[in-house]
């Protein structure tokens, strides 16, 4: 029964946003429906809303809560949803933390990218360097970056494999969002970079959204989650992702959750993973078929 009810919402849900994006074709064939992979059972884990895969350890997922929580990000096991543990960051607040992403450090490893960009945010990227060893521990901001735009928020942070950085816009429902780049000389400036040339997605949701975005490791496919629906994009080699996303998506396989926000590619590729907000939430995986 609830299958059928996930794919009533899906199939209703994703047709009306569908139907004012334009001709946005459903993908089934490329990724499987969810599976249960675990429950993120951890009190501290309620309004999850940015989740990224460590790239330097196996089966470890990186999450956090929304704003007013505490500038913590909480270390998941991805076969499990179990927290490992729980990373405070040092001399920063949780504003509106949105979301999450990974890009390669400047001088070498991992670093991991926590967005505080939300429309009670600092519009401030914190970039942080991932840890050798899983465990609970203070930890120091490696560099900032601050910008400006003229939009009000956002809630998706997508970073590509040579950690070109970029926002997706959330708007009112039925508008639809742009997609920014972040330029990295930005990090460690005192000045906020400002944002322009905006590119407008042919997406919309039946609510307010975007609400989480990813770009895959080999920086090949381009995840973003309204509410409703998971589109997707495969960009083609020597074209830039604004222009790919310029272009009408497909719609992948999404069973609704009650407020999902979060969503990730695995660090091979070979699916993604969504979280919503609440306490008990399951952890789901869509394989690659």
């Not at 004012?20 to 059972?41: M, N, Q, W, Y």
């Not at 990224?52 to 270390?75: C, E, F, M, Q, W």
């Not at 590509?160 to 970029?166: K, L, V």
């Not at 920014?180 to 400036?189: M, Q, R």
Request: aromatic share 8%.
């Amino acid at each position: 029964m609830m299958v059928q009810w996930g794919l009533f919402v899906c199939l209703s849900a994703v047709c009306i946003s569908a139907a004012a994006a334009g001709k946005v074709v459903t993908a089934d064939s490329l990724f499987a429906p969810r599976r249960e992979v675990g429950i993120v059972t951890s009190s501290q884990v309620d309004e999850a809303s940015g989740l990224a895969a460590s790239r330097r350890h196996p089966n470890v997922l990186y999450t956090h809560n929304d704003h007013g929580g505490k500038p913590d990000v909480i270390v998941l096991n991805a076969t499990t949803g179990k927290r490992l543990a729980t990373w405070t960051i040092r001399g920063v607040q949780n504003e509106d933390w949105e979301d999450l992403a990974m890009v390669p450090c400047p001088d070498n490893g991992w670093c991991l990218l926590i967005g505080d960009i939300g429309d009670q945010g600092t519009n401030t990227i914190y970039r942080i360097k991932e840890p050798d060893v899983i465990r609970t521990e203070t930890l120091n901001v490696d560099a900032s970056l601050k910008y400006s735009w003229n939009e009000d928020e956002s809630e998706s942070l997508l970073t590509d494999p040579q950690g070109e950085m970029y926002l997706v816009t959330k708007v009112d429902a039925g508008q639809r969002p742009k997609v920014y780049n972040v330029p990295k000389i930005g990090w460690g400036s005192p000045n906020p970079v400002r944002l322009s040339n905006g590119v407008t997605l042919p997406i919309t949701s039946v609510k307010n959204g975007p609400l989480g975005g990813d770009i895959s490791p080999d920086g090949s496919e381009i995840l973003v989650k309204t509410r409703e629906a998971v589109y997707y994009w495969r960009k083609q080699d020597g074209d830039t992702y604004e222009n790919t996303m310029r272009q009408t998506p497909q719609s992948l396989p999404y069973t609704r959750e009650p407020q999902g926000e979060a969503i990730c590619w695995s660090p091979s590729g070979n699916g993604y993973y969504t979280l919503s907000e609440g306490l008990d939430q399951p952890l789901y995986f869509y394989a690659r078929l």
